[in-house]
């Protein structure tokens, strides 16, 4: 079969001791996992990862699939030759024949690496003798070590790997790799990009959402299924569980304080959240609360949210302000799905002028006294899950589309 070879750097990973192997594992496993059907393997080698992939693959797909896998700083295609300059000098026609050095035109850098010190030229020899050559190929080009237009890539290891300037990954850890949570995921701009940043430390991720139909319209429905298909391709995957809330939000409504309502609400939350969790193997919950952000996200009423579960609560967006989040999210690509004018059920019944500063242990007691419990049992059972693969393409199990972990 004939293959096309990427390069892949890791960062984070590089740094680990004894667990490293088992990080590079699950990496190289996330990767195999969103090429197939397409034949690939990958090799290591000090720091590196080399891609082997089915040479039909479109070059499209795979730089999709790296560019959102977390535990990648960066990738390019390479050429893979022997260790010889005549090897070597047709590599660099060939990459001279493409872009970004195909114009002629503009200033280059050589960047060179010699693992293997048998080869007989050092690091700054074959810069020189590459870089000469490039020139007298390309005259109008000129080389700028310091702020170049181009940089072509030379690594001399168990044969001479040649690129050209790689693109960016996003770095972190990879998913599965730091255990299992369940994100609280609504259809505002926050919950999301929680969900991101927990999957970059390498948490494996399932998502809830709570869905008040008809105070909540099928389209809020809607847009929280295709925000957990934007994020499905940086968390390996999403399954998203659909929780029918309208009973136990009437009876929120009907046997609590006005004030306490978003507090009770929250708590309910915490509550399925926590019983879907134990279920599904996760070990978190995940939220996209920030400290001050609104009335509701106070310390003390974080406290009281979190006395509601035994679950470790995450809230990776806790010291952010919402500029930062928004730039986040305009650059995973789930903004412009955030701000569409649909409301979740957090909205629809939110109180004028919510409890603040709550005193935990009585809000405990008006919990018990409301006797929800047997509603939300119920909505647990009757929770309706959707599948989203590593793509983002919603699908269903055992139609043959892939699943994921």
């Known amino acids: 079969m004939e ?14 001791g004894q667990n490293r192997k088992v990080f590079e594992g699950r990496l190289k496993n996330n990767i195999k996992d969103c090429l197939r059907p397409w034949e690939n393997r990958i090799a290591k080698e000090k720091g590196r990862l080399y891609l ?126 730091a255990g299992k949570g369940m ?54 995957g999403m399954h998203l569980h659909v929780v029918p809330f309208t009973k136990a939000q009437l009876w929120m409504r009907q046997h609590s304080n006005v004030e306490e309502q978003t507090l009770m609400l929250r708590a309910s939350m915490m509550k399925v959240a926590q019983a879907l969790s134990l279920m599904r193997g996760a070990q978190a919950l995940v939220t996209g609360e920030a400290l001050g952000q609104v009335a509701s996200q106070t310390l003390e009423s974080m406290s009281f949210t979190d006395s509601m579960t035994d679950m470790l609560v995450l809230r990776p967006l806790v010291g952010m302000e919402k500029q930062a989040i928004i730039h986040l999210a305009r650059t995973i690509g789930t903004y412009e799905t955030s701000i569409l004018p649909y409301e979740d059920c957090c909205v629809i019944f939110s109180p004028k002028h919510p409890l603040v500063k709550p005193d935990r242990n009585i809000e405990r007691e008006h919990f018990e006294k409301m006797g929800i419990e047997t509603l939300l049992e119920e909505a647990v059972e009757k929770t309706v899950t959707y599948h989203f693969g590593y793509d983002g393409t919603e699908y269903v199990p055992g139609e043959g589309t892939s699943d994921h972990a």
Do not use: W
Not at 156 to 164: N, Q, S, T, W
Not at 210 to 224: G, Q, R
């Open 52 to 177: 082997h992939v089915d040479a039909a693959c479109p070059d499209e797909l795979i730089v999709s699939i790296l560019s959102r896998t977390f535990g990648i700083v960066g990738f390019a295609p390479a050429l893979r030759v022997e260790k010889d300059m005549e090897s070597l000098t047709s590599a660099t026609d060939t990459l001279l024949a493409l872009p970004p050095f195909d114009t002629g035109k503009g200033t280059f850098k050589i960047e060179a690496r010699r693992s293997d010190k048998s080869f007989p030229l050092n690091s700054h020899e074959l810069s020189c003798t590459l870089g000469g050559y490039i020139l007298d190929r390309k005259p109008e080009m000129k080389v700028n070590v310091k702020k170049p237009d181009m940089v072509l890539n030379c690594e001399v290891r168990d044969k001479i790997y040649l690129y050209a300037s790689d693109s960016p990954g996003q770095g972190g850890l990879p998913v599965g790799t």
């Open 3 to 16: 293959t096309k070879l990427y390069l892949i750097r890791l960062g984070e990973i590089s740094l680990k």
């Open 183 to 236: 994100l609280l995921l609504s259809g505002g701009i926050d919950s999301p990009v929680a969900g991101y940043m927990m999957a970059s430390r390498g948490l494996a991720l399932e998502s809830v959402y709570f869905h008040a139909y008809p105070y909540t319209s099928d389209e809020a429905l809607e847009k929280v299924k295709t925000l957990a298909s934007l994020i499905a391709p940086y968390t390996h």
